[in-house]
């Protein structure tokens, strides 16, 4: 009998990514959260690794791993003692908000399971960290290219957004 | 569609890539001179090139790419487009020319870098509503809001600005992340991002009973749901209207309303998501939303005391009618539904600059902005409250003015949909009558009411001028107010050329 | 056998999780790692239909037409991770801007679930 390795992978780093984020929520310290946040960069990056998307894969871990993580975690310290006694509780209404998201994932993964789509049926297989399936050349005409099919434009404007974030958050950030 | 990008299409895109150059132009230009008047005279004659560009497009409608679209069908220059492109370039206008003094005595930036995030967010709220493609429409949405988050925390002194920074940017990043929710499932359900596709792939056989569809449609509305800030997602709207300083809030209350509009028709329309099987259940939803929107909004009003937080509710009570309308073109699309709803926006949007021009003239001269504030202002500043007054009254609904005939414009499309949208139809009429009482009430308190000082107040130039060419814009809107529906209903079809919604 | 009803679920649940934490915590730092959650749960959603769309050879199903092979689902990630950072980045400087004045970062008066 042979191992399915892609498929216990994806068990794998599917539950480290689901508890993670679950820990993410309950933890009652912000640093341990901010932490388990890192899990959830680094599974996320595993799963578009198995999705054959490896330029996400390294795009997730660079910017949100890397850059991400470290503005949370400065932010953290220094907004340190920023909360009375628990440093990452919840509120009053927290059943409410359960209430609601438990209905809607019920709402979702019923109404992706019931449906024909596009990208095909839920039931369909997919290959799994199929080496052969390198995208990164044709991502890289994809956002750019100006001859054939490209999101150029919308690369444009994202330039321009990271531009404004630049000159805003300074604009904030700064003393009097 | 031409196959690569050429001098035609950069042109097609000519007025935000002007309005985005000149706010870098502003910003460096802030840094070489401390003149805030030749900083301030740029910007606004400056706005007049992007004007300049947006009526060549619409003059040489016939030298456009075929279909009117540009990159790949991410750009799409058709009338509609063309509509908002010049209401955003009036509410940029506006806003930089009222904002003027206000910078200098209350912001803790230079009059460059507020004008500056102002033109970038206005080029953002310009491409929203000419995108025919969903990351463009998102990536457009995020260069709209960023710009506004920081505008709502601007203020020197005031502990409320920075509150109502944190709370904008939190629900407006959580709002985005529903929003791009229902876009990677709209994206599963039809395959592509294009909306002309889209449209195309949701009347096909995939459309039946999908609920993939129906899941994306809610989201999206709910992600829009926050930009225009209708209940149930209303919550941000009052806490961050009253904490940020007025002029942002009066670019909130124009700009980000009109951009989300612009965005959501253009997505449900354009989209054909307004058309799929299911649709029934959506506009429903729409029409308990905008029933619920108008009537806390109205109700709520009622009961404030600051000016700037009954602005905030009247806000949501305006987005409740627009979305009557909206609601109305969900059953089946009209041309004369559409122009309805723009016809409401554009007098909405002159309006509203003319009544938060008269609080920004109160809070420049005197630095207080509560309803009681108000009293006596009619002796103390006879134009700026008169001016204020007419606006307000054209908010109410009173008839002959122009805000009259948009909302009769826009529940009579709703009327004409049968007996579905009737009772909205007469909740947007109690709706009128309550909304009148709190507007009437600043009116009277103007007018009637004694003043506890009865000194002249000193109102800048800007301030005067800002609300002259709204006064304007209101009597030319509501004597031309035929006169322009007819105008747009002569390219009524060129307003969503190629939307068919059967 | 993993199919794509696999990461479906997963980007669903991590999405409420997501929203879950967004709607019912008081720190705003927290908040906003949810609101992360959120993004990358739409992320996987989006990668996932990518890649199912590829495994067709470009082709959508179900009498959906698409043009080629756009990697859309693939693009729109990484859009949304370039943009998620310029925004994180403007959250984390109000909310030390905030905290400057105030000296906290609770968000107890901002609840969602209050009318």
């Known amino acids: 009998m042979t191992i399915d390795v892609p498929a216990v992978a994806f068990w794998v780093i599917a539950i480290i990514l689901v508890g993670s984020a679950l820990a993410v929520v309950v933890m009652p310290k912000i640093v341990h959260a901010a932490l388990f946040l890192v899990a959830v960069f680094g599974a996320a990056a595993g799963i578009y690794v198995l999705l054959n998307a490896e330029f996400i894969a390294i795009v997730q871990v660079l910017i949100y791993a890397g850059a991400v993580t470290i503005l949370i975690l400065f932010a953290i310290m220094l907004t340190q003692n920023s909360m009375s006694r628990v440093s990452n509780p919840f509120s009053g209404q927290w059943w409410l908000a359960g209430l609601i998201c438990v209905l809607l994932a019920a709402g979702i993964i019923f109404a992706v399971n019931s449906s024909p789509m596009a990208a095909g049926a839920a039931s369909d297989a997919l290959p799994l960290a199929n080496a052969a399936g390198g995208t990164v050349v044709k991502l890289g005409q994809l956002l750019y290219s100006p001859f054939a099919y490209s999101y150029v434009l919308p690369f444009e404007i994202a330039s321009v957004v990271l531009l404004v974030a630049i000159v805003g958050a300074i604009m904030i950030g700064r003393e009097e | ?502 | ?115």
Not at chain 2, 58 to 79: E, I, N, S, W, Y
């Open chain 3, 1 to 115: 056998m993993i199919t794509l009803n696999h990461f479906l679920v997963l980007g669903a649940v991590l999405f409420v999780i997501g929203l879950f934490g967004a709607l019912s915590k008081r720190n705003a730092v927290a908040i906003l790692m949810s609101i992360e959650i959120m993004l990358n749960a739409v992320n996987v959603t989006l990668v996932a239909f990518a890649s199912a769309i590829l495994n067709h050879g470009g082709k959508a199903l179900n009498g959906a037409t698409v043009d080629s092979s756009r990697l859309t689902g693939q693009i729109f990630a990484v859009f949304i991770i370039t943009v998620a950072a310029a925004e994180a980045s403007v959250a984390l400087a109000m909310i030390i801007a905030i905290y400057r004045r105030r000296n906290t970062i609770d968000v107890g008066e901002i609840n969602l679930m209050r009318w």
């Open chain 2, 1 to 502: 569609m031409t196959s690569h990008i050429d001098g035609i299409q950069i042109w097609m895109l000519a007025p935000e890539l002007s309005v985005v150059l000149l706010g870098f132009l502003v910003l460096g230009l802030d840094l070489i001179t401390h003149n805030r008047r030749v900083v301030a005279a740029t910007a606004l004659i400056g706005l007049l090139i992007p004007l300049g560009f947006t009526l060549s497009l619409v003059v040489k409608q016939d030298a456009l790419t075929p279909d009117h679209t540009a990159f790949f069908h991410m750009l799409v220059v058709d009338g509609y487009a063309l509509f908002f492109q010049f209401l955003f370039l009036v509410i940029g206008f506006g806003v930089l020319l009222v904002s003027y003094g206000y910078v200098e005595k209350f912001l803790r930036v230079t009059i460059g870098e507020y004008y500056s995030i102002i033109l970038l967010s206005l080029a953002g709220m310009m491409l929203m509503a000419s995108t025919g493609e969903l990351i463009s429409v998102y990536i457009s949405l995020e260069l709209t809001s960023i710009p506004l988050y920081i505008l709502a925390g601007l203020s020197r002194s005031d502990t409320r600005s920075a509150e109502a920074a944190v709370k904008y940017v939190l629900l407006g990043a959580m709002s985005s992340a529903i929003l791009l929710y229902g876009m990677a499932l709209l994206y599963g359900a039809t395959g592509t991002t294009d909306l002309t596709e889209i449209a195309r792939n949701t009347q096909a056989a995939l459309s039946s009973g999908n609920l993939v569809l129906l899941a994306a449609d809610v989201f999206i509305f709910t992600g829009f749901g926050f930009k225009i800030s209708a209940v149930p997602f209303h919550m941000w709207a009052p806490d961050i209207y009253e904490g940020a300083p007025t002029p942002s809030t009066l670019f909130f209350s124009v700009g980000s309303k009109a951009a989300g509009f612009a965005a959501l028709l253009r997505v449900f329309i354009f989209g054909g998501l307004a058309a799929i099987s299911g649709g029934t259940y959506l506009w429903v939803m729409v029409a308990i939303v905008a029933a619920v929107t108008m009537t806390l909004g109205n109700v709520v009003a009622l009961l404030q005391t600051n000016i700037k937080r009954m602005m905030a509710y009247s806000s949501i009570g305006q987005a409740g009618y627009l979305l009557v309308g909206f609601a109305a073109i969900m059953i089946s699309n009209s041309p004369a539904g559409n122009l309805g709803i723009l016809a409401f926006l554009a007098v909405y949007v002159v309006t509203n600059i003319g009544a938060f021009t008269g609080i920004i003239g109160l809070a420049d001269a005197t630095g207080k902005e509560n309803i009681r504030d108000f009293d006596g202002l009619g002796r103390r500043a006879p134009f700026i409250a008169a001016g204020m007054g007419l606006c307000l009254l054209s908010l109410a609904g009173i008839p002959p003015m122009a805000g009259f005939w948009g909302k009769l414009f826009i529940l009579l499309t709703a009327w004409n949909q049968g007996s579905a949208l009737t009772w909205l139809v007469v909740l947007g009429l109690i709706n009128s009558a309550i909304s009148i009482v709190y507007y009437a009430n600043v009116v009277w308190r103007m007018f009637v009411a004694e003043p506890e000082k009865r000194d002249r107040l000193a109102m800048s130039g800007s301030v005067t001028l800002t609300m002259a060419v709204a006064v304007v814009g209101i009597l030319a809107l509501t004597i031309a107010f035929g006169f322009l529906l007819t105008g747009l209903g002569g390219g009524a079809g060129g307003l969503f050329p190629t939307a068919t919604t059967p």
